[in-house]
């Protein structure tokens, strides 16, 4: 079974603390995603990556930056957290039957 | 632009059938997926369809017409843990990039 791992459930932080949200998948996919889901705006992907030390933004990415320095690991970093970016985050992996995999993803709240 | 249209909520009765419809408008089109999210939790596959058709899967059926820009997940034999939201989303062209709709809650009433 693939598996698709996130470093935390639940998180709280403060404005302007720095955040880093780890992803982890064990099935040597090369594609991996975060996303952001908040109530009636469905998935927004955040940014992408393709392979090892490339990533892609997204359709949303300011505030936000990442980092892909093995092929099992994704980060997102929060580089100043913000209220705006109280959300669900949700880590993907893309794999060979054309199927997005995820992770059981870190609601971070920003007080 | 891109758009994917479903509806945000729907009620059904448990033992009964279901149809949850997904428009879409993309500049591409390689196949579309359906999940299921449970609240709380991740998405999780239930179905890709990438030629017209339907596509049986036990209880679960997902049908496509590519020219309409249309799909629908059938849901037979509802059970109350079917209750959840069901995402759809287009895989557009060549890249992994999904474009996805805001989901519709179903609620199963006993």
């Known amino acids: 079974d693939v598996k698709v791992t996130q470093s935390s459930r639940y998180l709280v932080k403060r404005t302007g603390e720095k955040v880093f949200l780890e992803c982890v998948q064990d099935?040597?996919?090369?594609?991996m995603f975060w996303y952001r889901q908040d109530p009636g705006l469905g998935l927004r992907l955040i940014y992408f990556?393709?392979?090892?030390?490339?990533?892609e933004k997204g359709d949303i990415p300011e505030g936000y930056s990442v980092s892909r320095e093995k092929k099992e690991r994704f980060s997102l970093i929060l580089e100043s957290a913000s209220t705006n970016q109280t959300s669900m985050y949700l880590c993907?992996?893309?794999?060979?039957?054309?199927?997005?995999?995820f992770g059981p993803g870190t609601r971070l709240l920003v007080l | 632009g891109q758009n994917i249209d479903q509806p945000t909520e729907m009620t059904a009765t448990e033992g009964a059938i279901v149809q949850i419809n997904c428009t879409y408008q993309?500049?591409?089109?390689?196949?579309l997926f359906w999940y299921q999210q449970h609240a709380g939790e991740a998405p999780t596959f239930l179905s890709y369809?990438?030629l017209d058709g339907l596509e049986e899967k036990g209880r679960f059926s997902s049908f496509l017409s590519r020219s309409k820009g249309y799909s629908y997940l059938l849901l037979k034999e509802l059970q109350m843990k079917d209750s959840a939201s069901y995402l759809c989303?287009?895989?557009?062209?060549?890249?992994?990039?999904?474009?996805w709709g805001a989901g519709t809650k179903l609620i199963i009433k006993p």
């Open positions: 993907a992996s893309y794999g060979a039957q054309e199927t997005q995999y």
């Open positions: 099935m040597d996919h090369e594609n």
């Open positions: 990556s393709y392979d090892v030390k490339m990533k």
């Open positions: 993309t500049s591409g089109f390689n196949g």
């Open positions: 369809n990438v």
């Open positions: 989303a287009v895989h557009k062209d060549s890249n992994y990039q999904l474009i």
